[in-house]
């Protein structure tokens, strides 16, 4: 059998293969480039970027739960300015798409940063982060409405050309409604799910083992609940879905795809094994030839209820 | 920086269910340095999920070891593991010691198992350097001289050596230095270096600290390791990129 496609589309956008790299797991670039070819996956998603520089949370920022992790990292971040500056050099190098992920605290600085990021020719789409469950103003506010939501698509869209990606919350009861409302006002599409609101106590001191108390919850436990929120948006609304949450291996990405996903993205996994890009297309090429199947975005939605 | 399956050589217990893992990794052993660190895959499953940061504890032809105690689930299972199992190893990470400069003695500082990066450091040290180290303990059984060279003792308790902490007892060992060129490295707990930076900002003493973060990567994607500079304190340091060994003028402990 020849080889089989894997290459995928999410709405205008088409990627070699659906494998993306998740914001926040592989800052800009450098350091997981020691590990895998940049230039064989789908595509990166640089860490939440804010129009200034952000110091992000004080220590202790990480804790292990079960097959989980929380985080409250608090988008520390170089700011556009800098990123622009020695980054995207960087990042140029590659023929890789790099969606360029955004988290603000105010409607306004969303469409600031859009503005000033949609001029620089390496950035192919943007993804938007309004769901971050870590900073104090913005994150979770918007993400928790749906009306903000609708907003601030609507506004990022008006000041580019290039696909606009709503990064969803799943601490909400109907994520298709956010999904829903990012169609409705433009949006190209969406990905879910973002990290779920958690925290853990040392139970010595009592004191919550996370120096923010809360912490965003990711890694396997939480597959299930992003699977249910992406088989929710796929069955509710007409739009392309970017699947993520505790992907560890080839046959998450396939139940994902199945589930409604028309690519995913890697997130805790790769702290874990920079490298599991890699196995996970050697994967999946192999699951497609053994089960025939000659086109990969085929399996997208393919459930059967 | 690589990732590499490594067969266990050996798991010894020293005392005190403290114990040393053996691997077998040319490569990193050829290349880590002291005070640098592996991130090490306990299980091939999804508990324990995140790999655990242990400094070099030696290394000793195409050997590298790490010291560890049993502190949670990962370090149960690295205490367990047999002659030819493989371990996941991600490494080296991170900047170490270092050992050049213009000194003639080098006073070690560790307390508990902040011994960990020493034996190492020793065999790279220029051997007409001299060595004291000060080891330090709440208990007697917390104190480890494992390959430790010129060793005095304080535990909290008293039940070994000095009654007192580690830097109390440097303190008090004062005119050992009188007439060196001292050149502290220290390793162990937040209280330990904090009062040590006083210390040695006190007495004029140029310091280099190896210090600990909860991490999840190890090589500087998930920020989730900050530290405050004295530098330039509108951003954080990452203590597994830009240490996890510092000079102990540059951060705040």
């Known amino acids: ?305 | 920086m690589v990732i590499v399956k490594a067969p266990v050589k050996e798991v010894i217990e020293l005392e005190n269910q403290i114990y040393i893992l053996k691997l077998f990794a040319p490569q990193i052993a050829s290349e880590i340095k002291p005070g640098e660190f592996l991130n090490v895959k306990v299980s091939d499953f999804c508990f324990p999920l995140l790999r655990r940061p242990f400094s070099v504890c030696d290394v000793e032809k195409d050997l590298v070891y790490i010291m560890f105690n049993i502190f949670g689930e990962g370090t149960k299972i690295l205490s367990k593991k047999k002659e030819g199992e493989i371990v996941d190893i991600l490494g080296p990470l991170g900047k170490g010691f270092n050992l050049k400069g213009d000194y003639d003695t080098a006073v070690i500082v560790a307390g508990g198992l902040g011994v960990a990066p020493f034996p190492y450091f020793l065999k790279e040290l220029d051997k007409d350097k001299e060595v004291l180290s000060f080891i330090g303990g709440r208990t007697k059984k917390d104190i480890i001289t494992y390959k430790m060279k010129n060793v005095l003792i304080s535990t909290d308790d008293g039940s070994r050596g000095m009654k007192g902490n580690v830097v109390q007892l440097l303190e008090k060992n004062l005119n050992k230095l009188t007439g060196r060129k001292v050149k502290v490295f220290a390793c162990g707990p937040n209280a330990m270096l904090r009062s040590l930076k006083e210390f040695c900002l006190s007495h004029n003493l140029d310091c280099e600290v190896s210090t600990e973060c909860a991490m999840a990567c190890g090589f500087g994607i998930c920020q989730g390791c900050p530290i405050e500079s004295t530098k330039d304190p509108s951003k954080y340091m990452l203590v597994c990129k830009d240490g996890p060994v510092f000079n102990i003028k540059d951060v705040v402990l």
Request: charged share 20%.
């Open chain 1, 1 to 305: 059998m020849k080889k089989p496609d894997l290459s995928v589309k999410v709405g205008k956008l088409k990627f070699r293969n659906p494998i993306l790299l998740a914001s926040g797991t592989v800052g800009y670039g450098n350091e997981m480039a020691e590990f895998i070819d940049l230039n064989s996956i789908g595509g990166i998603v640089t860490k939440s970027l804010s129009l200034k520089p952000r110091k992000g949370n004080p220590p202790q920022r990480i804790v292990e739960t079960a097959a989980g992790m929380l985080n409250a990292i608090g988008l520390q971040n170089v700011g556009v300015e800098e990123f622009i500056k020695n980054k995207i050099p960087f990042l140029k190098k590659f023929n890789v798409p790099l969606i360029c992920n955004i988290a603000a605290s105010t409607y306004e600085e969303y469409v600031e940063c859009t503005k000033i990021l949609t001029k620089e020719d390496t950035i192919t789409a943007f993804e938007i982060n309004v769901s971050c469950p870590n900073v104090k103003e913005g994150g979770l506010q918007f993400g928790n409405d749906v009306k903000a939501v609708g907003k601030i698509t609507a506004g990022v869209k008006a000041v580019t050309d290039k696909p606009v990606i709503i990064k969803l919350s799943p601490n909400v009861s109907y994520i298709s409604e956010f999904a829903k409302v990012v169609k409705e006002e433009g949006g190209d599409a969406v990905s879910a799910i973002n990290t779920l609101v958690g925290t853990a106590f040392n139970i010595i001191t009592r004191k919550p083992k996370i120096k923010n108390i809360n912490g965003g919850l990711s890694g396997p436990a939480i597959k299930p609940i992003a699977l249910a929120k992406v088989l929710e948006i796929s069955r509710k609304v007409d739009i392309p879905i970017i699947g993520i949450g505790g992907i560890m291996n080839w046959q998450d990405v396939i139940e994902f795809m199945i589930a409604g996903a028309s690519a995913v993205q890697l997130g805790t996994v790769n702290f874990i094994d920079p490298n599991a890009a890699t196995v996970i297309l050697k994967g999946l090429e192999d699951f497609c030839i053994k089960q025939g199947i000659e086109k990969l975005s085929g399996v997208t939605a393919s459930y059967i209820i």
